[in-house]
């Protein structure tokens, strides 16, 4: 399917709003705003509509516009991978969040970003379960593979900056693979690679469909959600960041 764009309008406060394109909108093959307060992607090269739903769709003020609520409350939405995201290329995701009454909420478990969940093949980035007592911005993030027939069980810890002076703040996360390696970049920092002791394919993934968002656990919001269909480099994602949190050069 072509891509798709939508000239977003607030017709309730009767004030238009301009869709903004990602940086680098060629290389994109999925993005999702939630602007227009509908969980139908922006833009796609396979299907813009989701596969299934999870909890309550609900919207919230985002980083430039709208963005979803997830964690308790809330909602995961999952999509078709077709075109959208294909891991026989090498590839960057790219997204914000931000938490919502973390320095209240208590104890929970998990914050759950996106994966593709299946019992043949996983791969996804969620904070740490533990320790339950800590607020999830003081605890590394986890990018796991999971139930592979050909890859190993593998967790690659990063943590992030920021801890508790960060809590409920907006942050930037990227995850990019190629060859050999993965990275992970968080808010305005050089990326962490790690090597990859295995080679990842498309074929290590059988279920056809990615999911973001959490309908459970602690309350956050997701926005600007984007996939790329190459490996952004540091400064690039640098651009993304300071474009989105509207830094001033």
């Not at 509509?49 to 909890?55: A, L, M, N, W």
């Not at 993965?182 to 790690?194: E, F, H, L, M, Q």
């Amino acid at each position: 399917m072509k891509k798709l764009l939508f000239a977003l309008f607030a017709a309730a406060t009767m004030v238009s709003a301009v869709y903004a394109d990602p940086l680098f909108e060629n290389d994109v093959t999925f993005h999702i705003s939630f602007d227009d307060e509908t969980v139908e992607a922006d833009i796609s090269e396979g299907s813009e509509k989701i596969q299934t739903k999870f909890g309550n769709v609900a919207f919230d003020n985002g980083i430039a516009g709208k963005a979803l609520v997830c964690g308790k409350g809330g909602a995961k939405i999952r999509f078709h991978r077709s075109d959208n995201l294909n891991f026989d290329r090498p590839g960057t995701i790219v997204f914000f969040y931000k938490g919502v009454g973390w320095d209240t909420f208590g104890k929970g478990s998990r914050v759950f970003f996106w994966a593709i969940e299946s019992s043949a093949g996983y791969i996804g980035q969620q904070l740490a379960n533990d320790p339950k007592t800590l607020c999830p911005c003081q605890r590394q993030l986890f990018t796991m593979f999971l139930y592979g027939k050909k890859i190993p069980n593998k967790s690659y810890f990063t943590r992030l900056p920021g801890g508790k002076a960060g809590c409920c703040k907006w942050h930037m996360l990227a995850f990019s693979w190629a060859p050999g390696q993965i990275r992970v970049n968080a808010d305005n920092t050089p990326g962490k690679s790690y090597p990859l002791p295995f080679e990842v394919t498309e074929k290590d993934f059988p279920n056809q469909t990615f999911s973001i968002g959490n309908n459970q656990d602690w309350p956050y919001l997701l926005d600007e959600f984007t996939i790329y269909n190459r490996r952004l480099s540091d400064a690039e994602l640098l651009d993304i960041y300071n474009k989105t949190m509207g830094v001033k050069k």
